[in-house]
């Protein structure tokens, strides 16, 4: 239903998640490319700024946060959504466009939308785009394999978690096949930091406490840190998981400041970013918060104060 539906498709919006990761922007390249070669008017649409990693990625420019008048579109594909909401602000307005396809690997999707490819033993939303690009006929040029392999190779977190399946290994294979230069990739990701985010990955390992019984690791993040350090957003990606490699841990949580929102007044919130080693589920911890993400890798915001997070979130390790 799928095919048919995008075959059909005159004026496509793609959509993905606010604080896109590499697997969404991937996603919505490789799709919007493919898309536009069979014809079709594509636009490419994500509410947050790209984080500088990934604007190596050919094509990167195309991702707008201004979509033009919604009337304009058929058919809104969203990528990489556990639910609409996650497209931010424009969510509802999207909803309004006459035909809704949803293309996720999330065990949470809600299964919003007309037309649902949803696939939990996916490593990625890429992984997805690849199948119905293979089924649609189109030809895989180096850009869409340059944004395939980033969407697979990030979050399968470079083949280390659990997700890794032998697709994401053949599907990477085949990419690099068609001139993705996989050390240009991993160097571009990965290899490359700025002095201001080791400073800050200093500032934010300093402040690591870990549980009474050893399974669980907190670090927090503020908004004088990145001032102090001269960072930005950016450079918090990842910052997580270093937290993980701690002998015994089995869940990192990073608890995040965030900017003040316009007309918010003085409340900070907090952006609580939770990874697991495998027995823990931290997509259900962050689903009774509010939030979502996979067993591994999960996240919600909330209002109270850093004190009070850090206590609930201490209080979790007892249950493993
Ligand atoms: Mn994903």
Do not use: W
């Not at 270093?242 to 316009?262: F, G, M, N, T």
Request: hydrophobic content about 40%; overall charge negative.
């Amino acid at each position: 239903m799928i095919l048919k539906s995008l075959k059909e498709s005159r004026r496509l919006l793609l959509v993905t998640h606010v604080r896109p990761d590499g697997d969404a922007i991937g996603s919505i390249l490789a799709l919007g490319r493919g898309l536009s070669l069979m014809g079709k008017t594509v636009r490419l649409y994500n509410e947050s700024p790209i984080p500088a990693i990934f604007r190596f990625l050919p094509g990167i420019e195309q991702i707008v946060s201004d979509p033009g008048p919604l009337s304009d579109y058929d058919t809104a594909v969203a990528l990489d959504c556990s639910d609409l909401s996650r497209v931010g602000g424009l969510a509802d307005a999207v909803s309004r466009i006459p035909t809704l396809i949803n293309i996720d690997h999330h065990l949470t999707n809600t299964g919003f939308g007309a037309h649902q490819m949803i696939d939990p033993a996916a490593s990625s939303t890429g992984e997805l785009v690849y199948q119905i690009l293979m089924d649609l006929g189109i030809a895989i040029d180096s850009a869409m394999a340059y944004a395939i392999y980033t969407a697979i190779f990030t979050d399968t977190g470079s083949f280390l978690f659990q997700n890794t399946n032998p697709k994401a290994f053949y599907i990477c294979g085949r990419m690099v096949e068609l001139g993705v230069n996989s050390y240009t990739v991993a160097q571009k990701l990965f290899a490359t930091y700025s002095l201001g985010r080791l400073k800050l990955l200093n500032m934010v390992l300093d402040t690591i406490q870990i549980s009474r019984n050893g399974k669980l690791s907190v670090m927090y993040l503020t908004q004088e840190m990145l001032r102090e350090t001269e960072t930005s957003v950016d450079d918090i990606n990842g910052l997580v998981n270093y937290a993980k490699h701690i002998e015994d841990v089995q869940v990192a949580v990073l608890i995040q400041e965030s900017q003040r929102l316009p007309g918010g007044g003085d409340r900070s919130h907090y952006h609580v970013s939770l990874r697991s080693n495998g027995p823990v589920d931290v997509a259900a911890i962050a689903e009774s918060y509010g939030g979502g993400g996979h067993s591994g890798a999960a996240a919600y915001t909330t209002y109270t104060s850093l004190a009070e997070i850090k206590k609930n979130v201490f209080r979790l390790s007892d249950i493993f």
